[in-house]
């Protein structure tokens, strides 16, 4: 085992599953970025996520995590080619609006588009009145879970939509920054978190028009 997760305090299963992941990436990035930053990407996703309440998933929520970190690092690099529009989306949790900007951007892009989300103070799980809106529409966030925004996915977006999260987000020139104002499915029930998402699908639509036409 490589030292930097050595060092980190998790059970053997979870090790294990680490070390795996581990040598995916380490296999998918060679030649890009050494063992050694992969190794840190993995070990501080570890660090990031270790709060997350679905606990037998956290490994694959790493190895997401960090394969994400790593691209979009190579993309802002010049390393690793981008071949359509990035957009970012980032609320406070990570748990609601942010998720379900995603998964609606991701479906109606229908590959024209790659989408990210992160918060500025994600939750330890996606809200579960959100998982259920979104399974209304077709749509499974139930896998899904909150991150934190780091400057190598900020950066390497092309459009930084916010919502709720103020001043929290880096600005980089050249990117395309809107704040939408949506209210919180933190503070709705089941209804109000539809109407969010009808409100937020039409806000999606509209952007998909505007940084991917056609």
Known sequence: MATQLRELDVDLITRGHLERGLARLREEFAGTFSGETVERFMAESLEALAGARVKDFVPLFVHRFARERLRALGQVQGTIAKEIPEVLFVCVQNAGRSQMAAALL?????????????????????????????????????????KPMTDEVVEAADAVITMGCGDACPIYPGKRYEDWDVADPAEADLDGVRRIRDDIGDRVRRLLSEVAPG
């Open 106 to 146: 991701d479906q109606y892009a229908d590959g024209r588009v790659h989408v990210r989300s992160a918060g500025s103070a994600p939750a330890d799980q996606v809200n579960p009145a959100v998982v259920t809106a979104m399974s209304e529409v077709g749509l499974d966030v139930s896998r899904e879970f909150p």
